[in-house]
């Protein structure tokens, strides 16, 4: 888990959470100047924040496409990218095991 926590962020550009960044108040970790749970991107906040930087880039809808490969969307067209967007929030959100960040490594890798 902190092996993928760490690649991810290398990968995405963020800070990769040190010893020192830790705030001894609160005991989070500060990436990008904001406070998470140690960059735990399997956390509910920690999805949310690799959502959020995974819509931020241009291959979003690549990566998209990527999970749902085997399904047969309709043409290609505003509505798929729509629906597509959508469905991805129960199925990768929900899981509290990491698929998320697995699957976001995956592509950033260049292995899905």
Request: net charge negative; with cysteine; charged share 30%.
């Amino acid at each position: 888990m902190t092996d993928i926590n760490k690649r991810l962020c290398e990968l995405l550009g963020c800070d990769v959470p040190r010893p020192k960044d830790i705030c001894p108040t609160c005991g989070k970790t500060n990436t990008d100047g904001k406070f998470i749970d140690g960059a735990d991107f399997f956390s509910e906040k920690g999805r949310i924040d690799l959502l959020k930087r995974m819509v931020a880039r241009n291959d979003y809808y690549r990566f998209l496409f990527s999970l749902y490969d085997s399904f047969e969307w309709p043409a290609e067209s505003e509505y798929q990218q729509v629906m597509m967007q959508k469905s991805i929030l129960v199925e990768y959100i929900l899981d509290d095991n990491g698929a998320l960040a697995r699957a976001v490594l995956e592509f950033l890798e260049g292995k899905a």
